[in-house]
């Protein structure tokens, strides 16, 4: 099984800020690797696909980068909705998810 | 605009099956392409997929949960199922079905919240 490793676990940034999260596999993973938002009581929604393209709606702050085993997502300047919990997502074998990284307003 | 909804009891005695529905609209699971995926959420925690199911009926399980895990589908009603036997606590959870689009969940349902207790 890949293990996605995120970090850090919890980031505290203020509004207009830049936020840059990781996630690391535990073996390469190509670029078959998502990111997710999950704010309290939501399901998640998709933003990033193929470690790159933003999913449809979602908007130009957000970004991702990588192959292989190391990946990062960005969010260019925060906004007060982009406070949530991110996570990353590859297919190997089967789909597993990283633990999450907690974006709060410091 | 594909919607999901979860529907099922929220409450699943020790050792007996949980069983949920997600039903599928603004597009039929028998169009093909897509896979059709269960994923929960314990309290507090990460993300664990279940399995998918294609509106085939071909499967494939999370291999921790395989032996307790069956899914079904229902194309003519765009429905597909989810049953998990022999539960415990440890399958309290939020339930999620999702569209799986062979590499990443892109329509998520709601959630459903699913309690084992006596």
């Known amino acids: 099984e890949i293990v996605l490793t995120q970090s850090p676990a919890t980031l505290s940034l203020s509004p207009g800020e830049r936020a840059t999260l990781s996630c690391r596999a535990s073996q390469s993973v190509g670029r078959y690797l998502a990111w997710y938002q999950q704010k309290p009581g939501q399901a998640p929604r998709l933003l990033i696909s193929a470690a790159s393209n933003r999913a449809t709606g979602i908007p130009p702050r957000f970004s991702g980068s990588g192959s292989g085993t190391d990946f990062t997502l960005t969010i260019s300047t925060l906004e007060p909705e982009d406070f949530a919990v991110y996570y990353c997502?590859?297919?190997?074998?089967?789909?597993?998810f990283g633990q999450g990284t907690k974006v709060e307003i410091k | 605009q594909v919607q999901l909804q979860e529907s099922g009891p929220g409450l699943v005695k020790p050792s007996q099956t949980l069983s949920l529905t997600c039903t599928v609209s603004g597009g039929s699971i028998s169009s093909g392409g897509y896979y059709w995926s269960w994923i929960r959420q314990h309290p507090g925690k990460g993300l664990e997929w279940i399995g998918y199911i294609y509106y085939i009926g071909s499967t494939y399980y999370n291999p921790s949960l395989k032996s307790r895990v069956t899914l079904s589908v229902d194309t003519s009603n765009d429905q597909f199922s989810l049953k998990l036997s022999s539960v415990t606590a440890a399958d309290t959870a939020v339930y999620y079905c999702?569209?799986?689009?062979?590499?990443?969940?892109?329509?998520w349902g709601q959630g459903t919240l699913v309690t084992v207790s006596s």
């Open positions: 997502q590859q297919r190997s074998n089967w789909w597993t």
């Open positions: 999702a569209r799986l689009n062979s590499d990443y969940f892109d329509f």
